[in-house]
Every structure is written in C-alpha cells, then in structure tokens.
C-alpha cells in the first residue's frame, strides 16, 4: 500500500472482524503500529496474528465501547503502550434485529444506541483528549449508507447512524485548529459476518449486487483503504465529510 503511516499509532475498534480487521491490516501495511481494539477476543487474537504474520506491530486492548470506564483505560493503555495515538478509527458497531417501528423493542433500541452512537462518542473523547495534547491527529467513523438513506424495519440503527454523522461534524469544526481531522465513511453493502449473518438467510453476493451500481457486493477491505487515506497527509484538505464508499448505491436510490 502507498499511504506511509510509519511510525504513527493506529487504534481501530471491531477489528475483531469484518470491516474493522481490514481496516487494522491496512493501518499495518501503511507502517503503523496497531491498537486492536474489540470485545470478542478471539476474533481479535486471530486479527493481531495477521499483522504480525506480515511482519507488522499490533496489539490487542480489550474494549467494550459501550462502557466509559473500558474505552478511557483502552485508550490510555494504548498511549503508555505505544506513546501516542495518531489515528482512530471507530467502528464496532452492531445491527439489532430488524423489526417493525411500532413494536420495536424499547431495550434493544437502547442497546444499538449505546454501541453505536454512544461508543463512537466516547472514543471520540478520549481521543480528542490525547490528539488535543499532541496537536495532531486523524479520526474516522464507521457511519453507513443508513446514515443517508432510511432503514425500514432498523430503527435504532438508521438513528444511530445519522447521528454519528452529526458527531463527526461537530468534533471537525471543533478541533480542526488544534490540528485534529474528523471523518466518516458511509459503506454500502459489505460481505461481512454483519450482512452474513444480521438479515436472516440472504444472498449476501446477490443482493450486494442489487443494490451497488457496479453489480457487485463491496469488500471489507475496499472501505478499510478509504479509512487509511483519510488518516494521511494526502486528506489534509479534508475535514467533516461522511463519505458513501457505497459503489453508487445512494446515487442510484
Ligand atoms: P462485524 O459484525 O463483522 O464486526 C463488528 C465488530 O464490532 C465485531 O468484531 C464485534 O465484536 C465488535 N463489537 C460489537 N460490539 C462491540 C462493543 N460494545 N465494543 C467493542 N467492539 C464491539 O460487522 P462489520 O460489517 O465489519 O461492521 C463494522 C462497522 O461497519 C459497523 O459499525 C457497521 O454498522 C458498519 N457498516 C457495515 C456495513 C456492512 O455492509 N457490513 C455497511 C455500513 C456500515
């Protein structure tokens, strides 16, 4: 990969999985030292295995984004491990059960919310805290297409979704002075285990291909190479956006 990230320090959370794992092998491969941030530890183990088998640095930090107590020591753990945080990218994320707006469950709205819109807000602190000290630093969350289009039957994520957006713009604005970039990408339809397994038995492939412009399912790695650019120097220019990495699916709805 061109981007050089040599020598800064990454923290990517979901990289357990998914868009997150690519995203944490890209960040290796553009020469950073990784910060593999997830609840699910084996899947993490299995990510940090990875890198390291392609002769990267990276370890993992148990973090449960949900939780302030969990994402503040993550974070600071991440700092005393490796002496700085140059790039974040908030991604874990969850669903929920697709289900009607009009008996969705109250608890599970709250959970998404939580996960979701909550956690990003929350490593959105405490990386602010440490990029704000060090007068630098690259942030990208992980929004989605259901930041822009609606979701029918997925209420809590359409709003958290939306939201993130929202957040992003505000930290952009607030610290772009103190040297600070603040993005979000927006995917399409991805081949994860998100799509694989969080709509029931679907076509994943087929119905990536309804939906994209390209008539093909997008890849994980195709939105972790966005992520990485948009934490190097090449972005400098680039601040506030949430940027579909969708392969035409919003310009075509
Ligand atoms: P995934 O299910 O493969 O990975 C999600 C990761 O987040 C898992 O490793 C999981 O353990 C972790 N996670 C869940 N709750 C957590 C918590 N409380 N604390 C820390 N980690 C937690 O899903 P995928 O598809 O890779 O999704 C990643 C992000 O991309 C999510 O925010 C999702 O909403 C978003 N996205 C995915 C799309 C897709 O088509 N797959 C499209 C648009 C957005």
Redesign the pocket.
Same mark, same amino acid.
Do not use: W
């Given at each position: 990969m061109a981007a050089d990230l040599a020598g800064k320090v990454a923290f990517v959370?979901?990289?357990?999985?998914?868009?997150?794992?690519q995203s944490a092998l890209a960040f290796a491969a553009a020469g950073a030292k990784v910060a593999v941030?997830?609840?699910?530890e084996e899947?993490?183990a299995e990510t940090v295995k990875l890198i390291q088998g392609k002769g990267g640095e990276a370890r993992f930090f148990r973090?449960? @984004? !949900?939780?302030t107590n969990?994402v503040q020591a993550a974070i600071k753990s991440v700092v005393d491990a490796y002496g700085s945080l140059d790039c974040a990218h908030n991604?874990?994320?969850?669903?929920g059960t697709p289900g009607d707006f009009d008996s969705y469950d109250e608890a599970l709205f709250d959970r998404v919310i939580?996960?979701?819109l909550t956690?990003v807000f929350l490593c959105m602190k405490y990386e602010l805290q440490v990029m704000k000290r060090q007068g630098r630093g690259a942030i990208v969350n992980?929004?989605? @297409? !259901?930041a822009i289009l609606a979701s029918p039957g997925l209420p809590s994520?359409n709003a958290s979704?939306h939201a993130v957006v929202g957040l992003t713009k505000s930290a952009a604005v607030g610290y772009a002075k103190a040297g600070i970039r603040v993005n979000a990408v927006?995917?399409?339809?991805?081949?994860?285990?998100?799509?694989r397994?969080?709509f029931g038995p679907i076509d994943v492939e087929a119905r990536g291909a309804e939906l994209h412009a390209t008539g093909k399912v997008?890849k994980?790695e195709e939105?972790a190479a966005v992520v990485v650019w948009l934490c190097t120097d090449a972005a400098s220019l680039v601040t506030g956006v949430a940027l579909p990495v969708d392969a035409g699916w919003t310009i075509t709805t």
């Open positions: 959370t979901g990289a357990a999985s998914g868009i997150g794992r941030a997830d609840i699910a899947g993490a973090c449960d @984004v !949900a939780d969990s991604n874990a994320g969850i669903l939580r996960i979701n956690g992980t929004a989605s @297409v !259901a994520y979704k927006c995917p399409g339809f991805i081949d994860t285990p998100m799509t397994h969080g997008g994980p939105v």
